[in-house]
């Protein structure tokens, strides 16, 4: 069983950045793909940026390409989102996600088998 808690969060002026960090724990981080999501308020959970288990390939929804980095860090059972240019759209609960299996679509959510329980970035205009 993985454990992961997110963490980096908070309130950023428009243009601000901010770095989240999901730590993970209770399993070889190093075997699961992770990926961050973000719920809008009245919004349905979305995918935001994926990372293979090795950090080789990355995914990034089309909102965020350009702004946001996915990275991990094996060694510190660790992954990453940083993020840039942030807009008030940006403003939802981040949530990071594990995933066991390979060869699998990392932009959707049901292939992930381990949550966070959210991280809040709210971006102001």
């Known amino acids: 069983q993985v454990q992961l808690v997110e963490s980096g969060g908070g309130l950023v002026q428009a243009g601000g950045s901010l770095r989240l960090s999901c730590a993970a724990s209770?399993?070889?981080?190093?075997?699961?793909?992770m990926g961050w999501f973000r719920q809008a308020p009245g919004k349905e959970r979305e995918f935001t940026a994926a990372?293979?288990?090795?950090?080789?390939?990355?995914y990034y929804a089309d909102s965020v390409k350009g702004r946001f980095t996915i990275s991990r860090d094996n060694a510190k059972n660790t992954v990453y989102l940083q993020m840039h240019s942030l807009k008030p759209e940006d403003t939802a609960v981040y949530y990071c996600a594990a995933a066991r299996r390979s060869g699998i679509n990392l932009l959707r959510q049901s292939n992930y088998d381990y949550w966070g329980q959210g991280t809040q970035v709210t971006v102001s205009s």
């Open positions: 990372v293979t288990w090795g950090g080789v390939s990355t």
């Open positions: 209770g399993g070889t981080f190093s075997r699961y793909h």
